[in-house]
């Protein structure tokens, strides 16, 4: 089972900024937690991971709380290319990526 | 990020015959791969671990001698569907992980596989 949850479903307007909310409360000291989006018929895409500190690069920005129990991902300028599931990601005991349902963004005009 | 390509993208087949998805790592070698599995409207379910030079493990419920995972090198796995059903039909996805600094998993674009 998946170590997350998340939101099924979140709304954003064009040009603002999205943010997706993640908890992972059974999270351990060295766990990282990952993000990755699927647009439509396509591949997973990575975007960003973090341990303790907070993240950023050229897609998105990670910030995870100081007890890491949970993250927010945000896309500062969503675009409608943005529109995908997103998925926030604890490995399994393998290092495997274990995906759950994730969030559905929809950024709108 | 790191490039993985997967071949191929789109397969039509009859039932009762085998079809090979390959996954490549184009600028990095993986010595661990994984092949998942996505029905319409659901998420991706892990279906096996593939280790460069040994055998795959796979996860409860997936039949090793049905899917049959091969990883040769370090740069490719391939994945056969042997004796495809109706109910094989899917979108299959690779990931490759990158064992350097970030050990990051980056995955494949898919193939759909539609048994007839």
Known sequence: DAKTTQPTSMDCAEGRAANLPCNHSTISGNEYVYWYRQIHSQGPQYIIHGLKNNETNEMASLIITEDRKSSTLILPHATLRDTAVY?????GSQGNLIFGKGTKLSVKP | GA??????????????????????????????????????????MLMATSNEGSKATYE???????????HASLTLSTL???????????????????QGSTDTQYFGPGTRLTVL
Not at chain 1, 87 to 91: A, E, F
Not at chain 2, 80 to 90: G, R
Request: glycine content about 2%; aromatic content about 12%.
């Open chain 1, 87 to 91: 998925y926030c990601i604890v490995k």
């Open chain 2, 3 to 44: 490039v993985v390509s997967q071949h191929p993208s789109r397969v039509i087949c009859k039932s009762g015959t085998s079809v090979k998805i390959e996954c490549r790592s184009l600028d990095f070698q993986a010595t661990t791969m994984f092949w998942y599995r996505q029905f319409p409207k659901q998420s991706l």
């Open chain 2, 60 to 70: 409860q419920g997936v039949e090793k001698d049905k899917f049959l995972i091969n």
């Open chain 2, 80 to 98: 056969t569907v042997t004796s495809a059903h109706p109910e094989d039909s899917s979108f299959y996805i690779c990931s490759a992980r990158d």
